[in-house]
Structure formats: C-alpha cells, structure tokens
C-alpha cells in the first residue's frame, strides 16, 4: 500500500486543568454557550487555550498527523461557538430544538437577519498557523446543521435559513482561506435529517463554500461514539454529495463497520476515511489502520483517500486519542 496522507476530524481531548469534563456529559454536545464548562477565571481563559493548542498541535506532530487543527481547544462544541457569534439572535432567550436523538435542546433562537458582522476563528487559525509548519484546517459548522438546531422566530423557512447562514459562512471561510490550507464543514445532520438534507443541503453546501480555491471538506456523521453505540451500517444521505462542490467528503467508517462500497457513489471526491473506532477504548494496531485502507483501495485510487478518525476525538482519554493517532499515522504508510 502507498502511503496514505492523514488528518483529525476536528477535536482533540482538551485537557482537565483546562475544562470540567463532568459538564460535557450532563448535556452532551452545547448548542448555546456553555461558560461553566471552563475552569481557568477569563481573565487568563485565552492564555490557557493558547497554552493547550500547543499541547494538541505538539501531540498531533509527534503522532505523525500530516494536516492538523488547534483540537479545537478554544471551542465548548464544534457548534455553538460560530453559531452563536452571528447577528440576528436573541443569546439571552434561546430557543428549542429536537436533537438527533429525540431530545429537546437549547438552541440559538434566530429573530432578525443572520449575518457574520466579524471574524469568529480568524484570530485563532493566525494562532494555529503561527505554532506549526505542516499544513492546518479549520472547521466551521455547515449551514444545514445550523439550521436544524435553531429556533426559527424570523424567517419561518428552513431553506431561507439555511441560505442566510451559508453566506455567513462563506464570509468566514473567505477570510480563513487565506491563513489555512483546507477549510472543512461539518454536516452530522444531513445524516440525522436526511429529507430535509435531499431538499436543500446541497444548495447551502454550494453557497458557503463560493468562490473558495483551497481544498474543502463536508464532514458527516452518525454522532459522537460517547453518545450513539449502535450505529447503522450505511448513510441515510452520501450519493448527494456528489453534485456537491466540496473537493472532499469525510466519513465515518470504522465503528460502524461501513460498507465500502458506497464510496463508488463519489468518484469526483477524495474520501476522508475515518479508521479509527472511538468508541473502541483500546488504540488500534497500525496493522488494523493498514486493513482497513486496503479495504477501501478496492473502491477508491490511493489518490482520492486520506485516513482520519471516524469523528472528533475531544470525549477520549488523550492518551488513548493519542496512541490512535500514532497508530494511524503508522498505519498509513503501510502498518
């Protein structure tokens, strides 16, 4: 097998001295602020965060990952840190949302138009770019997904939402490109809202990433291994994508034990392929890593597949997230 260039999802486990873990698991993934969650005072609070995206970075170049983030380290969720960063919600009366697993969830309530009136990870790519030499990413919730988990007092139209929040993420990721190497979305809910996703997914897909050169990723999911257990073999939406115009799409694979040969439906993409079971409390051989690429070379070129884990690694043990990434990297070039 040749070798196979790897990345993370997104997250990285923040470490204890930094936020109170105990918080994430009483309300699983916050859709709203979640300040509580940090144990350093906000005075010292972006010190601290700094200090920890050295720590992941460090931890994702020993390991032997070719395209890194920050972890993430600076974010409560992947969501609610851009979500609630826009023009046109009311953050002192959230609304409600049903989550993918039936639950009812504080969410942005939205109650004016939906703009970005200024950079929400811009300050933090500049760190990222600064702490390491090997090429970054930055991921930003998909404007499908932030439609889904929002209260919509304003618009009354998923579609129109969705579009509103696509250019607002588009005016992120046109700043971003200039600092990052790829830009990533992560879409969990097309899995979830597969439907809706057919009606108008692609179109708010196509929006956010206008007029980006750099490679980009759509990332989808079944949801957090902590929280979903039993996950089907198969996407409810994936062929989609195809008529998308994202370079990438990222999937999950290993825990579900997917059926690979659903990549067939995406030969203008390169695949993200997630290898690593998060929910597996034991890190991978990187003979394991090397079986499970092979297994996806017989439906997709070498050059159209990059390794990763199946999602963000931010509810793991570090060590455990850390001797996976070293198995993966190892695995990549051929276990």
Not at 97 to 105: D, H, K, M
Request: net charge neutral; charged share 25%; proline share 8%.
């Amino acid at each position: 097998m040749s070798r196979i260039p790897t990345t993370v999802v997104g997250s990285y486990p923040q470490p204890d001295w930094l936020v109170d873990k105990t918080q994430f698991q009483l309300t699983a993934v916050p859709r709203v602020r979640m300040r509580q969650v940090w144990r350093v005072a906000e005075p010292w609070l972006r010190e601290a965060q700094d200090d920890a995206v050295r720590v992941a970075v460090s931890d994702m170049e020993r390991a032997g990952i070719d395209v890194i983030t920050d972890g993430e380290q600076r974010r409560e969720s992947y969501f609610n840190e851009f979500a609630n960063a826009l023009e046109g919600l009311d953050l002192d009366r959230p609304g409600t949302a049903i989550n993918r697993r039936g639950v009812p969830t504080p969410v942005p309530r939205v109650v004016g138009p939906i703009a970005r009136a200024r950079p929400v990870n811009l300050r933090d790519a500049q760190f990222l770019r600064a702490a390491t030499d090997r090429p970054i990413k930055v991921t930003v919730p998909g404007p499908f997904t932030m439609a889904q988990l929002a209260q919509d007092d304003y618009y009354r139209d998923e579609e129109r939402l969705a579009q509103a929040y696509a250019v607002a993420v588009n005016a992120e990721l046109r700043e971003l490109e200039a600092v990052v190497d790829v830009l990533q979305l992560d879409e969990p809910y097309m899995q979830a809202q597969p439907e809706r996703a057919r009606a108008y997914a692609v179109p708010a897909i196509d929006r956010a990433l206008a007029g980006i050169r750099k490679p980009t990723i759509v990332h989808l999911c079944f949801g957090y291994a902590f929280a979903v257990k039993d996950k089907p073999s198969g996407y409810s939406f994936l062929p989609e994508l195809e008529r998308c115009v994202a370079s990438h799409v990222s999937i999950e694979a290993a825990q579900p034990k997917l059926d690979l040969s659903a990549l067939a439906a995406l030969p203008s993409k390169t695949i993200v392929l997630g290898v690593l079971d998060l929910n597996d409390p034991t890190a991978e051989s990187p003979g394991t890593v090397a079986a499970r690429l092979e297994a996806a070379l017989r439906h997709v070129t070498a050059a159209r597949l990059v390794a990763a884990p199946d999602c963000g690694m931010k509810y793991l043990p570090r060590d455990l997230a850390f001797a996976k990434l070293r198995a993966l990297a190892e695995g990549a070039r051929g276990g």
